[in-house]
């Protein structure tokens, strides 16, 4: 079965510092991974994804992730964190062969000024 | 260019009572979901159609009826509410079931009393 772990359920970090979060996954096959923000009172928003390729994918708002295959994990990173990053973020799954996008439980990001 | 609209946007039901939550999608999307989000558990599916014509269940499918009225619509009725489905719903679509990325609508925040 499908599975995804946010590990953090909040992540704080200063403007202008490097941020990561976290995402762990467990598929049968090979993984379709994806991220999506969510700002208050809103749906979610895709961020960026891997499918097959370069192991750092780059998205939106700078942001950008690295597929580490042995280890499982698709942790999101922006070099330089933004107040207006702040959201709450989720890790997405699905199997090459399977037609359902798993979710994490999502980690909050805050970032201060 | 609207993506994912839902309606209504807040609603308060008491317990036993019945509702439709609407979705209509814009985009020619031929997949449509229904997520609902809870605090902690990420978003879990509800029901899902592959395409026109099809429906199909999730995780959490109890309790809930779809249908895929055309293309464009997607609706998900709760037959008698109960308390346990206070939460935030969200419909998605893509383009096929092993498209990437999802388009979001912004959400209906049921409460049941």
């Known amino acids: 079965a499908q599975s995804v772990a946010q590990p953090e359920d909040q992540v704080n970090v200063a403007e202008g510092n490097p941020l990561t979060v976290k995402c762990t996954y467990s598929?049968?096959?090979?993984?379709?991974l994806f991220w999506y923000v969510q700002y208050p009172n809103r749906g979610l928003q895709f961020l960026l994804k891997?499918?097959?390729?370069?192991?750092l994918v780059k998205g939106s708002y700078g942001f950008e992730a690295e597929f580490n295959k042995s280890q499982t994990s698709f942790h999101l990173k922006k070099p330089s964190a933004l107040v207006s990053d702040s959201a709450l973020y989720f890790c997405?799954?699905?199997?090459?062969?399977?037609?359902?996008?798993?979710f994490g439980a999502g980690t909050r990001l805050f970032v201060k000024a | 260019n609207a993506g994912v609209t839902q309606t209504p946007k807040f609603q308060v039901l008491k317990t036993g009572q019945s509702m439709t939550l609407q979705c209509a999608q814009d985009m020619n999307h031929n997949s449509m979901y229904w997520y609902r989000q809870d605090p902690g558990m990420g978003l879990r599916l509800i029901y899902y159609?592959?395409?026109?014509?099809?429906?199909d269940k999730g995780e959490v499918p109890n309790g809930y009826n779809v249908s895929r009225l055309n293309k464009r619509e997607f609706s998900l009725r709760l037959e008698s509410a109960a308390p346990s489905q206070t939460s935030v719903y969200f419909c998605?679509?893509?383009?096929?079931?092993?498209?990437?990325?999802?388009?979001f609508g912004s959400g209906t925040r049921l409460t049941v009393v």
């Open positions: 997405a799954v699905r199997d090459t062969g399977g037609f359902k996008t798993i």
């Open positions: 159609s592959a395409s026109e014509g099809t429906t």
């Open positions: 891997y499918i097959t390729g370069d192991n």
């Open positions: 998605a679509s893509c383009v096929d079931l092993k498209s990437y990325g999802y388009t």
């Open positions: 598929v049968s096959g090979n993984p379709y």
